[in-house]
């Protein structure tokens, strides 16, 4: 679904944040609770940005010890077992996470149909993260019939509730108009109340759709975009970190400096951001900025070809990485292409729900 943003900037981008409980829940459930946690962290779909250590089996509480295997491992199908009888119980929340595992096939084998089923009764018994699960699975048509309309109704639902991923995800289909009539204005206000919220990755989409409407707008927008993009980072999104270095290599809203552009892209490849690393890679490589440092050069452009980043294996294969700098300084290659990949789409949640 990735677009070109219309004008200069970063390109445009995509957006969560966990609900908060409203009740605490029983010792037992907080228990199951965090197990699914466990799961949905391995499986990455907490879609979080944070770079705090991941839950372990040791997070889980002491009920954790009766799904370890021998080997030490989790024992997946006896905790989908367990969720699914607190969900026939009527623990919302668990019947969520059930969802979440159906959806994955993660200890049961995946059945989209039935994790959409899950995600509507969690959903209307007032569940927004499971609002938010089901609206996702409408926009895209997963294991239900695509009705982007009534996913937007839902991520609306949600959002109203509090629940700002669902702010974050409503603002991506309004800005890129994906199934709903496109409004611009709406999706700003959106992804800038989701960003306010710190759901993850809202800020980058509400700076890059600045960095879009900036070419109109002017310094206004410009102001709003540098607010966006530096309060994602400080949240810990890399892509922001780097939006912020490709935006003082390009000159746009910042006074054009190769050295602050460092500073801002070691903060991103510090964070995993690929690109990030790429093009810190060759400033090193050009001595742009920062001192001239070929095994600098040839280490960060590894790091990012080991993250998948195609143009910097592509550098490192031909040489080209490690090699005399070519005068074009670090932002030849570091500001049109580098705005790629800074674009997230909808993304559910592994947080608790209401």
Not at 219 to 235: D, S
Not at 304 to 313: L, T
Request: net charge positive; glycine share 14%; proline share 5%.
């Amino acid at each position: 679904m990735t677009e070109p943003a219309a004008g200069r900037g970063p390109r445009v981008g995509r957006g969560q944040k966990r609900g908060r409980r409203v009740a605490a829940a029983p010792p037992r459930m907080a228990t199951l609770a965090a197990i699914a946690a466990i799961l949905a962290a391995a499986l990455g779909l907490a879609g979080g940005c944070s770079k705090k250590r991941r839950p372990g089996p040791e997070d889980a509480g002491a009920g954790s010890a009766a799904f370890r295997m021998a080997d030490g491992g989790i024992d997946r199908p006896a905790i989908a077992a367990e969720i699914d009888r607190q969900c026939v119980a009527g623990n919302l929340e668990a019947c969520r996470n059930l969802g979440v595992l159906y959806q994955s096939g993660t200890g049961v084998t995946a059945d989209p149909a039935r994790a959409a089923a899950l995600f509507a009764q969690a959903c209307n018994g007032g569940n927004l993260s499971a609002c938010n699960h089901l609206a996702l699975a409408l926009g895209e048509g997963m294991g239900i019939a695509k009705d982007p309309p009534e996913a937007a109704r839902l991520y609306q639902k949600a959002c109203d509730g509090g629940f700002a991923l669902a702010c974050r995800n409503l603002g991506l289909m309004l800005r890129d108009g994906h199934g709903v009539p496109a409004d611009l204005a709406r999706a700003d206000a959106l992804l800038d109340k989701a960003c306010e919220a710190n759901a993850p990755f809202a800020c980058t989409n509400a700076g890059n759709l600045d960095a879009a409407l900036a070419e109109k707008e002017g310094a206004p927008r410009k102001k709003k975009m540098l607010g966006h993009y530096t309060r994602g980072c400080e949240h810990g999104d890399p892509t922001s970190c780097r939006s912020l270095g490709v935006l003082y290599l390009d000159g746009f809203g910042l006074p054009k400096s190769a050295s602050a552009a460092a500073v801002w892209l070691k903060k991103a490849c510090d964070g995993d951001d690929a690109i990030g690393c790429r093009v810190l890679g060759l400033l090193h490589r050009d001595g742009a900025g920062v001192a001239r440092d070929p095994a600098r050069s040839a280490e960060l452009l590894r790091r990012a070809c080991e993250r998948k980043d195609a143009e910097a294996c592509k550098l490192l294969g031909t040489g080209a990485g490690a090699g005399a700098g070519s005068g074009s300084s670090g932002s030849g290659a570091g500001s049109a292409d580098s705005r790629n990949g800074s674009d997230r789409g909808p993304v559910p949640a592994a947080g608790s729900g209401r």
